[in-house]
């Protein structure tokens, strides 16, 4: 199966080592967003550039795209690939918008073809351990996730810009998309923002986004996301609260919490998670396996984060109607 690659960031030399490690499939083409950056992507994987992404498209040779790029590009690229008649896979977020988003499954229905959003968190340790252990916790009542990242100096990159990376929920999708995977539908969703502004620029030196998510279940959970230069300590810890227990995980440790005994819960590696997706998408497509994820999922959790981004326009409340 011929592949080709649109970004040379650290998803796409993931991708890359998994497309040419596996006698399936073989890596064709890139086209990349930094010419420097993907003339170095070339040299170290042995492939040719093509010219821009909208050729790397129409390359008769290739039977995939994986786009892991700019957020903004991922609507565009994925919908002429599908033209094209390729297979596509993204890197989360399918698009910036809903519209976008039902467009491109639309479009894949017609078209036959696959269209897989990576969402790696569902196959990593974390979550699965909290589905093993989920059970244990009985009804679960709140949630609270918070994902807080420093960086300094923060460079004019794609990521903090906020065009190019898009709502901070949006292009952070996994941590909405990890909670509805749990908890289910979403009723009710009430979103705050603030960004630190780089002056006359779309640029932005730090961001912190939070929302409060109402499950159709009635359980509540707060989301808690923010990066840049007003941060000095990283935290990313996960809790859910339920009426027989509660599970704790901070970074890669977890844990199950019943009164005074604390039973530490096995968490295994992060690691060859883009592999172990790259493989799962060349079952599907050659052997008829199925996948862990279908791109509506996918798409429901990009209707609640722009139902948060509504939220932060308006001040208010937004409600969800049910899918």
Known sequence: MGVGIVGTGYAAKRRAEAIQG????????????????????????QISAAPSWQALVEHPQLDLVIIATV?????????KALEAGKH??????????????????????????????EHIELLGG????????????????????ITITPQRPVSQRWTYHKSLFGFPFTAALSRIHRLTDILGEVATVTGTLRYWDVPESEYFRAC?????????????????YGKGETFWHSTRTLELHGDQGTLLFVRERGKLIQGEQETPLE??????????DTQLVLDYLLDHKPLYVHPSQSYYALLVADAIRRSVETGEKVTLAPS
């Open 22 to 45: 596996d006698e399936r499939s073989h890596l064709v083409t890139v086209s990349g967003y930094s010419r420097a950056n993907t003339e170095a992507f070339c040299q170290e994987y």
């Open 126 to 145: 974390v979550h699965q351990a909290l589905g093993q252990a989920l059970g244990q916790i009985g009804e679960v009542s709140y949630g609270r996730y």
């Open 208 to 224: 912190l986004a939070t929302a409060q998510l109402e499950f159709r279940n009635g359980a509540i959970a707060d989301l808690v």
């Open 71 to 79: 957020n903004q590009d991922h609507a565009p690229i994925a919908q």
């Open 88 to 117: 596509v896979v993204l890197e989360y977020p399918l698009a910036l918008s809903p519209q976008d988003g039902q467009t491109l499954l639309a479009l894949a229905d017609k078209q036959g073809k696959l269209l897989h959003v």
């Open 267 to 276: 968490v295994s590696s992060r690691r060859g998670l883009f592999q172990q």
